[in-house]
């Protein structure tokens, strides 16, 4: 049973909640653009947090925006607060040295890395089984951007140094020395065994604190004598009593760091005991992670609002309730009640598992521990039958929290062994992504691993460039509705991104709608600027290739002319409509394969379609613009040219999985060489002297039906001969001479090219009606219009048609002589 493993003591987690400052008056910012909302800043600055990994710091997991600026922040929530503890079980001198060194450490992990706690005390540091602590709700004064964005005062009264009072209240005091003095009085409170002027109000409090500036004597033995424990104070040992009166010095510039305190002899016992940043080649494999329960949690029917509207801690109140009194012309309201609920309310609501457990109750105890490598059938025989999802559609299978958990389970093992476990990782992203994991995925997917964080640090994304005005104008409008792209933080990461890469290829220039083609990764990788770009960068190479030259008008028109052909191939009727109007792909397709469909779909839609492009190639883009249409056809074919740009405008709901679906379907069935490219990326598409060459954009414009190279039709001809017809158009001599096997000969000369009737070619008419779903592939000479046969097939509303490349001189003098049937040998 998995269930002892999931009540794990340290998986456990809490909620907190606040409302964000809301602007007042004007709306929009200097630039005519919306505000941004404070909870969007706050949730954007936040996402660092959840970067933290240390064994003293709770975990962040999550940060939710509500109604009215409300931000939920959620974060793992272990053990017994030091404040449960104080009058009731006294410490002895080395637990307290312990707890003084996890303290300082935690807090000096935070300091490197800018974060300052401005909010430590007693109820927030969090005793666990085994005597370590862990500190809770430490980046509430980061993430609300120094306590600006709130309005409220992020400190805790008792605990807060003295300077920060002696500041402004505008004042963002962020020296982490502040965090120092909190140290001292916490220490204080658990050498005294004692809660510091507990029976005081609050600003006598204050008073208490600020008084301590004028203190001649040590603040430690002065805070003793007015609490009567003197003798306590003689008794503490000497080396922990000049640490609290190292923290207390009433001037920061005196006080010490924390990695100065680090350094007393007195914590050396501890650093051998755990070491913290130890290195090692891999990162440690975990069964499981706090973030991944959580996300498990949330698809069992967990709901953080709902838990918090339980406790009291969200209320609702009639809307007339808020209103003003009175509204100025400048918009500026008076006579409002404050709503005490924009207030900080310290409560903590830890979240119920229960749901959770019984729902992972049944699951044996080896899914959390998945073979991969295993060739044992004995091994094998006692493993359980998989999960089975496969029929459930993907936005059902991405929310059964039992179906993510084989996922997630799975996955983490394979990318734990990338890129030994490539092949794997790829087989079983063809069935499906788990959401949680997709950027790790992806990354994979695009062959990415190596120090490519150095790289990414060396690129020069300060100087300013040309760039840099289309940029910013652009930045803006990239996916605003999505909260972590409309932040502040995201606005400087996606700006970074664009001129690293803007940088990093002189030999491209900056298009609109590179930002779009950024934001899934950078959306996936919030947190990892250096990934975001390097999939960026191997991205654009593999689907993408030249298609960000300065003058890339050659790479389009043959990207556009492929897709015309392959409607002709796959929907001819579809294909003889539009250019009937003359609405051709110019018209509407451009954005979509610049920007991959990024800049056409909304974010979640993009995630699917990529998931499956990934598995693909360059021409993928074309199948899944293909499937756009497909699912459009009906009002195409009902539509003028005035009505298809008035569709195309505003581009209606397309159903994502019949999207994936139908574009995997066409991609897999249509040989690689009817959508192969002069200009694509010889790396992905190695040549050979079988494939298509050397044929000019005018004649790819002017040949409505694709071509399809010798390889394709020789491997169709030897390994799939059901599926193809082949019609050869040369005169009969030529044809009785040699030809491919089960071809049909139609001689040019004998149809009549008028009206598109099928009857017009003969005595194979019927064969081609019967055809069905085959390819059909017209073989002709040099003597032989190849252009005016298979666009009268395409007149015809025969789909599937498509040229053999190079005609029938070339199998002649490279296939072998099976594939030849000899007039000899002609029964």
Not at 6 to 34: E, R, Y
Not at 461 to 468: H, I, N, R, V
Not at 598 to 605: A, C, D, G, I, R
Not at 750 to 764: C, D, I, K, M
Request: hydrophobic share 35%; proline share 6%.
């Amino acid at each position: 049973m998995p269930v002892p493993l999931l009540k794990d003591s340290q998986m456990q987690f809490g909620a907190i909640t606040f409302f964000a400052k809301q602007h007042k008056g004007d709306t929009c910012g200097s630039n005519g653009l919306p505000l941004t909302p404070n909870s969007i800043i706050i949730i954007g600055r936040a996402q660092i947090l959840k970067t933290i990994k240390n064994p003293y710091l709770c975990q962040y997991l999550d940060i939710v925006r509500g109604k009215h600026e409300r931000t939920v922040v959620v974060s793992q929530y272990c053990g017994t607060p030091l404040s449960d503890y104080i009058t009731k079980e006294p410490f002895d001198y080395d637990d307290i040295r312990r707890f003084a060194y996890q303290i300082l450490t935690a807090l000096n992990y935070l300091h490197e890395r800018k974060i300052v706690h401005r909010n430590l005390s007693t109820e927030n540091i969090l005793l666990q089984k085994n005597k370590d602590i862990k500190l809770f709700n430490y980046g509430l004064f980061h993430m609300t951007g120094c306590g600006q964005l709130v309005s409220f005062p992020i400190m805790q009264i008792l605990y807060s140094a003295p300077e920060i009072y002696l500041d402004s209240p505008t004042s963002t005091h962020t020296d982490p020395k502040a965090d120092v003095w909190s140290v001292g009085i916490v220490l204080i409170e658990l050498i005294l065994n004692k809660v510091l002027w507990q029976s005081l109000k609050l600003g006598q409090r204050i008073r208490k604190i600020l008084s301590l500036v004028q203190c001649n004597t040590s603040v430690f033995e002065r805070i003793a004598r007015e609490h009567n424990c003197y003798d306590k104070y003689e008794s503490v040992p000497n080396d922990l009593r000049e640490i609290v009166e190292a923290c207390l010095n009433i001037y920061p510039q005196n006080r010490p760091t924390c990695c100065e305190l680090l350094a007393n002899p007195t914590f050396q016992s501890f650093k051998s005991e755990k070491p913290v940043n130890k290195s090692q080649v891999c990162d440690p494999f975990e069964i499981f992670t706090i973030c991944e329960l959580y996300h498990w949690w949330q698809l069992a029917g967990g709901d953080v609002f709902q838990e918090l509207r339980k406790q009291g801690l969200i209320r609702s109140s009639p809307p007339i309730l808020s209103l003003p009194n009175l509204v100025t012309i400048e918009g500026t309201t008076l006579g409002q009640e404050r709503n005490p609920a924009t207030l900080y309310d310290p409560r903590i609501v830890q979240m119920p598992l229960d749901t959770l457990y019984q729902r992972f109750a049944h699951i044996p105890l080896n899914c959390f521990y998945p073979l991969i490598h295993s060739t044992s059938k004995i091994i094998e025989s006692g493993v359980p039958p998989a999960y089975d999802a496969t029929g459930l559609p993907l936005v059902i299978r991405e929310r059964d929290p039992e179906y993510q958990f084989h996922r997630v389970i799975l996955f983490r093992r394979l990318l734990h062994g990338y890129p030994h476990t490539k092949n794997m990782i790829l087989k079983e992203a063809s069935n499906d992504i788990p959401p949680l994991l997709r950027g790790e995925i992806w990354a994979a997917l695009l062959n990415i691993k190596g120090d490519y964080e150095r790289q990414y640090l060396r690129i020069d994304k300060e100087t300013s460039t040309t760039t840099d005005r289309q940029i910013e104008v652009d930045i803006p409008r990239c996916h605003q509705y999505n909260e972590l792209l409309s932040s502040a933080e995201g606005h400087k990461k996606l700006k970074r991104i664009l001129k690293a890469w803007v940088y990093q290829n002189s030999n491209y220039v900056y298009w609109q709608g590179l930002d779009s083609l950024t934001a899934p990764f950078l959306y996936l990788n919030f947190n990892n600027e250096a990934k975001a770009f390097t999939c960026l960068s191997a991205f654009i190479p593999k689907y993408l290739h030249k298609f960000f030259l300065k003058d890339n008008s050659m790479v389009i028109q043959e990207y556009l002319a492929k897709f015309s052909q392959l409607i002709a191939f796959h929907d001819p009727r579809l294909a003889n409509h539009l250019h009937e109007i003359n609405f051709y792909p110019e018209l509407f397709a451009i954005p979509w394969f610049l920007t991959v469909f990024s800049h056409v779909f909304p974010l979640y839609k993009i995630l699917h379609l990529w998931d499956k492009l990934l598995l693909g190639d360059s021409s993928f883009p074309l199948h899944i613009g293909l499937s756009v249409l497909t699912q459009l056809r009906d009002r195409l074919l009902n539509s003028g040219f005035n009505e298809c740009i008035l569709l195309f405008s505003d581009l209606p709901e397309v159903d994502i999985e019949k999207c994936v679906s139908y574009s995997t379907a066409t991609f897999q069935s249509t040989p690689k060489s009817i959508t192969a490219r002069e200009h694509q990326n010889g790396k992905y598409h190695p040549r050979n002297e079988l494939d298509i060459s050397n044929v000019s954009l005018q004649e790819l414009n002017r040949e409505r039906c694709p071509r399809i190279s010798a390889s394709d039709f020789v491997d169709l001809v030897r390994l799939d001969p059901e599926k193809i017809l082949i019609i050869d158009i040369r005169n009969p001599i030529q044809f009785n001479r040699s030809s491919v096997v089960n071809s049909v000969n139609i001689p040019f000369s004998s149809v009549t090219f008028g009206e598109p009737s099928l009857e017009n070619v003969g005595q194979h008419s019927t064969t081609i009606k019967n055809s069905g779903n085959k390819i059909i592939v017209v073989v002709g000479n040099e003597e032989t219009d190849l252009e005016l046969f298979p666009k009268f097939l395409l007149k015809c509303c025969v789909s599937k048609v498509c040229v053999l490349h190079g005609g029938f001189s070339l199998l002649s003098t490279i296939t072998p002589s099976i594939l030849i049937s000899q007039s000899n040998l002609i029964n």
